[in-house]
């Protein structure tokens, strides 16, 4: 994405890219000293004190290697580590042609169902999955991180 590309169009890109179809959930990033950007015009006037607008915020305020965290579904919190590249893309180059927005380009694994279903029909039920182990990531989020561990006494 470029500079002037707002936090909106990106949370639209991360949408597509994880084949998301309900797209009638909040969203919110967060960046690594705790700034908040949501899409305003959703919340009912409860959103988090100085949260700025998605729809308005540009993605020029960070810089390479910067990393904030991304949430999308506030019931499910569908939580997403991301990283600005070191380098800039050229899209012509590695795309073919100009995108008019954020575009995901890369990826591999498998698509989780956007409400963890693991089945075809109602009949069958998928067993849940393990709870994931969040030590490893950034303290972002409140969970996130080596500080959830410090505080419950395990540094």
Known sequence: M???HSFGQ??????IAFARWDLA??????????????ALNHW???????TMDSAKTK??????????AYVFDFGDEWAHVCTVGAERVDPLELLGYIPDGPTPYWGWGTLPDQYGRGWDDDGDVAPKPPKPVLGDLPPILPLW????RAARGRA
């Not at 990106?10 to 949408?15: G, M, P, V």
């Not at 009912?44 to 100085?50: T, V």
């Not at 991180?145 to 959830?148: H, L, N, P, S, Y």
């Open 25 to 38: 959930h909040m969203h919110m990033f967060t960046l690594f000293g705790g700034a908040c950007i949501s």
């Open 59 to 68: 993605f020029g305020k960070l810089k390479p290697g910067d990393q904030f």
């Open 44 to 50: 009912d006037g409860d959103e988090p004190e100085g």
């Open 10 to 15: 990106l949370a639209r890109a991360i949408d």
């Open 145 to 148: 991180g080596k500080r959830r």
């Open 2 to 4: 470029a500079r002037t």
